[in-house]
C-alpha cells in the first residue's frame, strides 16, 4: 500500500523537528551568568522574540508582583536568557519603543511573545 503524505500530516512533525534544531536547551543551574538567575529554571542561548502586546511590563523577577522597570510594546524585540513556569527573563538587544536602553534585563510573560527563534 502506497501512503500518500500531505502538508497536514507531514507539518507537526516538521516544525517540531526544525524548532529541535534551532533551539538549545539547557537545565538549572547553569543561569548564573544570567544575574537574576536563581529564580531560572530552564535556561536559553541565543533565542529570540518579538513583544506582540502593548504596555507589557518587564518585570523584575517573574510574577506581577515584582515591580515593573519599564513598558514593551508590540514590535519590540528581546533575547530569551531563561524561564521559570511562563515568566522569561530577556535582555533588550535594542533601544526599547518605550526608551528602555539596550541591555536592560527584565521578566516577560511569555504569553506576550509573538515570534520565538534562534
Excluded at 536547551?25 to 544570567?34: C, S, Y
Excluded at 536602553?101 to 516577560?108: A, F, H, I, Y
Aim: proline share 4%; hydrophobic share 35%; aromatic share 6%.
Amino acid at each position: 500500500m502506497i501512503r500518500r503524505l500531505t502538508l497536514r500530516s507531514v507539518a507537526p512533525a516538521a516544525l517540531a523537528l526544525a524548532a529541535a534544531a534551532t533551539l538549545t536547551v539547557t537545565t538549572a543551574p547553569a543561569a548564573h551568568a544570567v544575574g537574576e538567575s536563581s529564580k531560572c529554571t530552564i535556561n536559553f542561548r541565543n533565542f529570540g522574540g518579538t513583544i506582540n502586546k502593548n504596555g507589557w511590563n518587564l518585570r523584575t523577577g517573574p510574577s506581577r508582583s515584582y515591580a515593573s522597570r519599564g513598558l514593551l510594546y508590540r514590535g519590540d524585540k528581546v533575547t530569551v536568557l531563561c524561564s521559570r513556569n511562563t515568566w522569561l527573563y530577556t535582555q533588550l538587544p535594542r533601544r526599547s519603543k518605550s526608551g528602555l536602553p539596550k541591555g536592560t534585563k527584565g521578566w516577560v510573560r511569555q504569553d506576550g511573545l509573538a515570534e520565538l527563534g534562534g
